[in-house]
């Protein structure tokens, strides 16, 4: 029970949370008291001409009445700011238009203000909206902490009018203080480029790092939807996109922390909105990966999903073969994600091998390399997964086929069951062309690949031999052997398709080499 006067006047109200109900103990005439419902909370009763005098909402409602008799009783469904809301106005109103504007009520007033029309011309003095606009250029005089604590009341809050220019009032002002700060404090790239710095240099830049990042926990208690105002908002004053990404996982991993399950899903989920807002290659390839596994453990929607695979590809070149050897589902036989991988290169590769740099191609054919000799001892996995990584690359984006032919070789052997049609589509997925003297040499006596790819294997070494000894002025004697290679390949072909058309009728079988 709580009793209250405003304006001395006499007006005792008993608010029973528990029942929702009001009594009114009124020494004045009873038709000079309105009764307001706010949300379905808790019923005020008012002097009316007190809050009409400030109110435009209220005004009208009592104009539109006033013939009526009987007690007057006003419903406010979804208020701004529920029982809080209105006894900030009604106290503002008892106050004869008089009150004290912080950082702790500034947008519950104006949300409030808004919602009951208090921009209209007042006697004597500023209507409320109009003094809330003069407080804004106060915001700039603010703690930090204030600032954040203002924002954090505007969140799940519509906002419009005046409570739309707090709102952008505080976003600027924050974001502006964290322009300063990064002004002053390099990011730790700029800050840690010279490798061959000494120990008070590395100490210097962690410090710088640690003044950029000062924000970071301040900013965690801002709910997602003030998150993605405050990102959009630095996006637009040019802070650096790596910086804004770091915060970003750091944020969703500490709200993470005491999120229910749906709570975390709805969480990741924003972020990688904000990630796409981002320079995708600001962004830490590791951290997208971290970001996956936990998108994947909480089965987030697909779309989330496929724009941060689609950004891991984008930055494949900057990934570790660890980074790639995520398990597949229970629900699949083999080992590794491999459908995954091939969601990578596709987005690495976007328009062609050609529309990205050879350095990048270059830095991607090892590390896919790399996974297949990872994924070939799996017993489970299928020649057709195989072989789709092996060729989710063009031949000219490997400069050698060494590491592809371990691979197939290491496959076949943990294989041995293979049919002889896709033993011949695998070792048709090198190109013997790139393949070093070494490597024919051990081809050549390698009892797993059909006898063809034997053949070819001792033509091209013979080919090679001959390169080296012959070079005379600089001309390549061992053409001929290479020309003799190409011509046999048609002859191969068709001599194989023959024998294995009695083991598989009506199906075609691939061009030797691809």
């Known amino acids: 029970m709580f009793q209250f006067f405003l304006e001395k006047k006499t007006l005792s109200l008993f608010r029973f949370l528990s029942v929702r109900v009001c009594v009114c103990v009124l020494a004045m ?271 987030v929607s697909r779309q989330s999903r496929n724009k941060v695979e689609s950004a891991i590809g984008s930055l494949l070149d900057q990934a570790m073969l660890d980074d790639l050897l995520i398990p597949s589902s229970p629900s699949r036989c083999y080992l590794y994600n491999v459908n995954l991988v091939l969601s990578f290169l596709k987005s690495f590769l976007g328009k062609g091998a050609g529309s990205v740099e050879s350095s990048r191609v270059a830095h991607v054919a090892k590390l896919i390399d790399s996974y297949l000799a990872e994924i070939a001892p799996d017993p489970c996995l299928k020649p057709s997964k195989f072989l789709a990584v092996i060729r989710g690359l063009p031949d000219s984006a490997r400069d050698s086929f060494n590491g592809v032919y371990h691979a197939v070789n290491l496959y076949l052997e943990v294989h041995p069951g293979l049919s002889e049609e896709e033993r011949w589509r695998l070792c048709c997925s090198i190109n013997y062309e790139k393949l070093s003297p070494p490597v024919l040499s051990h081809l050549t006596e390698n009892a797993r690949f059909p006898s063809e790819h ?19 002025g600089g001309r390549v004697k061992g053409c001929d052997e290479v020309l003799v290679c190409m011509k046999m390949q048609p002859q191969i072909v068709k001599m194989r398709k023959s024998r294995i058309s009695r083991l598989v009728y009506g199906r075609s079988l691939p061009l030797f080499c691809s």
Request: glycine fraction near 6%; charged fraction near 25%.
């Open 29 to 299: 005439d009873g038709n000079c008291f309105i009764q307001v419902d706010v949300n379905g909370e808790e019923v005020f009763v008012v002097d009316k001409r007190v809050i009409s005098a400030y109110s435009e909402r209220i005004r009208k409602f009592l104009c539109k009445l006033r013939d009526a008799t009987g007690n007057l009783k006003v419903i406010f469904h979804g208020f701004p700011g529920g029982v809080e809301g209105f006894e900030l106005i009604a106290r503002f109103c008892y106050n004869k238009g008089k009150t004290s504007i912080n950082a702790s009520n500034i947008f519950p007033l104006a949300s409030a203000a808004e919602y009951m029309e208090m921009n209209k011309l007042v006697d004597g003095g500023e209507n409320l909206c109009e003094q809330i606009e003069a407080s804004l250029e106060e915001i700039k005089y603010w703690r930090w902490s204030e600032v954040v604590m203002a924002l954090k009341q505007c969140e799940n809050q519509c906002v419009g009018g005046v409570s739309l220019a707090v709102h952008d009032k505080l976003l600027s002002s924050l974001v502006g203080r964290i322009v300063s700060c990064s002004e002053t404090s390099p990011s730790p790239s700029a800050s840690s480029s010279d490798s061959s710095c000494d120990t008070r240099s590395l100490e210097s830049s962690k410090s710088s790092s640690a003044r950029a990042m000062w924000w970071f926990d301040e900013l965690v208690v801002l709910d997602a939807r003030v998150i993605e105002m405050v990102v959009k908002l630095m996006v637009c004053r040019n802070i650096d996109s790596a910086l804004i990404s770091r915060f970003l996982f750091h944020y969703q991993k500490s709200r993470s922390a005491s999120a229910s399950c749906g709570e975390r899903v709805r969480l990741v989920e924003a972020v990688v909105e904000m990630l796409g807002i981002l320079d995708v290659r600001c962004v830490s390839c590791k951290s997208l990966f971290e970001l996956l596994r936990v998108a994947v453990k909480l089965r």
């Open 454 to 472: 034997v053949a070819l294997a001792l033509v091209f070494q013979r080919s090679k031999h001959e390169e080296v000894s012959n070079l005379e």
